[in-house]
């Protein structure tokens, strides 16, 4: 299972957010580069990169400091926050986004998805499911979409979607622990699915339970920031 960091950008900083509120924002460094090179010397192969500004703008924003992690890393990038269109997702990839992630475009408007799924491959897509009690949650969580979390999964799924990312909005940012009972749920009925865990990663052990349970991947967020879980144990893991 790949562990996965997260760095969510404000205003060029590395921050986390509770529960996708802007007003409960944390600075936890200067500089989105420096943090990525340390994953980079753990070991650690991906990133999970967020724009909080694009998302709120609804249109990218942070790239330059995408450009300058791709540039400064080798690390494989997931690129997430303000991707709508396809001016978006050209200047995600061409600023050296590995992947993108889906997410509110997905239910707002599928057909642009699936037609980006034709033009860059399932490879380079991830479905961002963003969930409370099992419905999907738009616009920085901060609306419910009324759909299903399975009904939405399954006409992805149906398309060729490979990449998931599931993200229990109730647990974000509150280190009260991963959903894993809901992944498993998700993975029996498609266990075809490259499924990553986000949400309420907590400890190492946890972390043990999410791979035991077959889950592709893992973002882990607050735990690294707030001491939760070190680089030396990402390093081993």
Known sequence: MYII???DIIDGKCVRLTQGD???????????VEVAKSFEVAGIKRLHVVDLD???ASHIVNHETLKQIAAQTNLQIDFGGGIKSDEDIRIAFESGAHQ???????????ETVL????????????????????????NGWQDDSGIDLFTFLEEYVAHGISYVICTDIAKDGLLQGASIDLYKKILLRYPQLKLIASGGVTSIDELHELRNAGLY???VGKAFYEGRITLNELSIF
């Open 22 to 32: 802007y007003a409960q924002k944390t600075v936890y460094s200067e500089s989105p």
């Open 54 to 56: 694009g998302a709120k």
């Open 217 to 219: 991947g893992a973002i």
């Open 5 to 7: 960091p997260a760095i």
């Open 115 to 138: 037609r980006w799924l034709q033009q860059y491959s399932a490879d380079k897509i991830i479905l961002g499911a963003d969930v409370k009690n099992e419905r999907i949650g738009i």
């Open 100 to 110: 993108i992630t889906a997410g509110s475009i997905a239910v707002k408007s599928k």
